[in-house]
C-alpha cells in the first residue's frame, strides 16, 4: 500500500536489470537511460533497490534536505577488500561516521584551510617551473601538484624529489580507484556471493583485481603512518594533520578513548586517497579543455593581464576580481567528473519523493555526469563553455555544478581545499603559459581523444600538448620565484 516506484527500464523476473546494468561507462548508460524515465530512476538488483539520480533537484531534494534519511552508505564489498578499512568514504552512518567526519572537519573548514594557502601558492610556483622544465610530463607534474599539498597538510611531508615514494604511493592509489569497478555495483557488489568463488567463475573480475590491488592500500594507510610515527619519537616531525592527531590522542588517552589509533591511521589514509587522486584529475580534465578550446584560454589570459597586469603571479587575493577564470574552474568540474557517479548513499527508512516510493534500503547514485550533462540546465552541455554561468547578457546565467562533491551529510569535506588547490594552480598555469596541441612527426596538430579510465574517479587518458611560456617576461617570472626547491 504505497505509490508506485520510480520508472525505469523493462526488468527481467527475479534478476531485475542485473544483466542490464553495464559495468563500463554506467555514468552515461544511466544518463541516456535518463532521457526516457526521468530524474529519478528505479532499477532492481536481487535484494535491493537502486535509485538513480540524474537531477540536480532530486539529489539536492533527498540527499542535502532529507540527509537524515540518506546518509547511510552501501555493503561496499570490492572496496573493503581491497582494504579500504576504516575509510570515512566507506563506513555506514553511525558513531564511527561521526567521529570521522569531526576529526576531518574541524581540520579543513573553509576558514581553516585559509591557513594552507603558502603551501598551496609554493606548490603552484613549483609546479610553473615543472611545467617550464619540462612541459611534456605535464601529467606528472601535475599529479605531483595534487599529492605534494595533501603530503604536506596531512603528514608534514614535503616532496622534494620526482621519486619520492609518496608520489608513487599517490600513483598507484589513483590506479587501483580507477581499475575496481563502478563503485558498490560490479557483479561481486550486487551478488556478494561472488567473492568466495574461484577466479576463473563467471563475474569475479573485481574480486580478484581487489585481491591484485590490496598491498598499494594497505601500503598507503602503513607507509606514511609509521614516517610520522618514527618522526615524532625522534622529535622531528613537522606540524601535520596526523602529528596534530596523535598528540591529542596522547594527551587524551587518560580521559577518554573516543578516538583510537586506527581512527586516526584511516582518516589520515583517506586524506591522502580521496584528496589527491580527484585534484589531479580535474587538473588535468582543465589542461584537456584549455588545448582544445584556445579561445576560452585567450579570454581568461585577458582577465588575468588585466587585473594583475605581467609583472606577478595570481595570488589568492585576485580571485573575486577574475570571474571568467573562476567560470573556467567551475566549467571544468561539470564537463567532465572526477568522480563520474559520486560514491553511493543508502536510505535507512522508507520514503516518498513526489509521489514515487523509495524502499528502506534503496542504493542512492548521484549520477554527477547525469546532472552535468542535463539540458533542462545547460545549454549545449557537452560543450565546454565557462561564460555560460556569467550573468546576462554577458552569459546565460546558468547555475554552477554542486554535484561534483556529493551531497548532504556526505558532502565531500575536502571540498575548500581541493577548490583553492585547483583555482592558484589553474590561475598561475594562464597566467604564465599558452597551451595549445602538440605537433605530430608529419608536422600536423594533434587533437587530443576525449576519452577517460573510470572507475570510483575517472582520469583523462594520457594525451599530449604543448606547454609554452607566454613571454620572455613570463619565463623570467617563473625562474626568478623562489620555491627553495632542492632539485
Ligand atoms: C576536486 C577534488 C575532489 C572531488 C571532485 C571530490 C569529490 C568527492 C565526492 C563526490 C565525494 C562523495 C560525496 C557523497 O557521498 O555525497 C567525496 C567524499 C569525500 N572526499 Fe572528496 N573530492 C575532492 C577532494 C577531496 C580532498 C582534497 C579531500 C581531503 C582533504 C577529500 C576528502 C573526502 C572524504 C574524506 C570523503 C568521504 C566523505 C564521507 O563519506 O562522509 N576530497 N569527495
Known amino acids: 500500500k504505497h505509490p508506485p516506484l520510480p520508472p525505469g527500464p523493462p526488468a527481467a523476473p527475479i534478476i531485475g536489470h542485473l544483466l542490464k546494468i553495464p559495468q563500463d561507462n554506467q555514468e552515461m548508460v544511466f544518463y541516456e537511460w535518463s532521457k526516457q524515465y526521468g530524474g529519478v530512476m528505479h532499477l532492481h538488483v536481487p535484494g535491493r533497490s537502486m535509485i538513480i539520480l540524474n537531477s540536480t533537484q532530486a539529489a539536492v531534494d533527498l540527499l542535502d534536505k532529507r540527509s537524515a534519511n540518506y546518509s547511510d ?15 570515512l568514504t566507506f563506513i555506514g552512518y553511525g558513531k564511527r561516521f561521526q567521529k570521522h567526519r569531526r576529526l576531518l572537519q574541524q581540520y579543513f573548514s573553509s576558514s581553516k584551510v585559509e591557513s594552507y594557502r603558502h603551501i598551496q601558492v609554493q606548490e603552484a610556483r613549483r609546479l610553473l617551473q615543472k ?50 569497478g563502478p563503485p558498490g555495483s560490479t557483479p561481486v557488489d550486487l551478488l556478494p556471493f561472488l567473492q568466495y568463488m574461484p577466479s576463473w567463475f563467471p563475474g569475479t573480475y573485481y574480486a580478484n583485481q581487489a585481491r591484485k590491488l590490496h598491498h598499494i592500500i594497505r601500503r598507503l594507510h602503513e607507509y606514511p603512518f609509521d614516517a610520522v610515527k618514527k618522526q615524532m619519537a625522534e622529535g622531528i616531525a613537522k606540524p601535520s594533520y596526523l602529528s596534530y592527531q596523535l598528540e ?57 593581464d588585466a587585473v594583475i597586469g605581467s609583472g606577478r603571479l595570481p595570488e589568492f587575493e585576485d580571485r573575486p576580481s577574475m570571474p571568467y577564470v573562476e567560470a573556467c574552474l567551475q566549467e571544468s568540474y561539470r564537463w567532465h567528473n572526477a568522480v563520474p557517479m559520486g560514491v553511493p548513499h543508502r536510505s535507512l527508512e522508507d520514503d516518498i519523493y513526489n509521489g514515487m516510493f523509495i524502499p528502506k534500503g534503496s542504493i542512492m547514485v548521484a549520477n554527477t555526469r547525469g546532472m552535468s550533462l542535463d539540458e533542462n540546465v545547460y545549454l ?78 575517472s582520469h583523462p587518458k594520457p594525451y599530449r600538448c604543448a606547454i609554452k611560456p607566454r613571454s620572455k617576461l613570463a619565463e623570467s617570472l617563473i625562474n626568478e620565484t623562489n620555491t627553495s626547491d632542492t632539485y
Open 73 to 87: 552508505r552501501p555493503n561496499f564489498v570490492i572496496l573493503k577488500m581491497m582494504g579500504w578499512v576504516p575509510t
Open 131 to 180: 611545467l617550464l622544465g619540462t612541459p611534456e610530463d605535464h601529467n606528472n607534474h601535475m599529479s605531483r601538484l595534487s599529492a605534494a599539498i595533501i603530503m604536506q597538510i596531512a603528514y608534514g611531508h614535503q616532496i622534494v624529489k620526482d621519486d619520492d615514494p609518496y608520489i608513487q604511493i599517490a600513483k598507484d592509489t589513483g590506479y587501483a580507484l580507477s581499475s575496481c
Open 248 to 304: 591529542q590522542l596522547h594527551r587524551e588517552a587518560v580521559d577518554t578513548h573516543e578516538v583510537e589509533v586506527d581512527d586516526i591511521q584511516g582518516t589520515a589514509g583517506v586524506i591522502y586517497c580521496a584528496g589527491a587522486d580527484t585534484t589531479w584529475s580535474t587538473m588535468s580534465i582543465f589542461l584537456l579543455a584549455m588545448v582544445l578550446h584556445p579561445e576560452c584560454q585567450i579570454k581568461a589570459q585577458k582577465e588575468i
Open 380 to 457: 549545449e552541455p557537452t560543450k565546454f563553455n565557462p561564460t555560460r554561468y556569467l550573468p546576462k547578457p554577458l552569459g546565460n546565467a546558468e547555475p554552477l555544478p554542486i554535484a561534483q562533491f556529493g551531497f548532504g551529510r556526505r558532502i565531500c569535506p575536502g571540498r575548500h581545499l581541493a577548490d583553492a588547490s585547483l583555482w592558484i594552480a589553474i590561475a598561475s598555469i594562464l597566467a604564465m603559459f599558452n597551451i595549445s596541441k602538440a605537433i605530430g612527426e608529419d608536422g600536423q596538430p594533434i587533437t587530443p581523444d576525449v576519452a577517460f579510465i573510470s572507475g570510483l574517479t
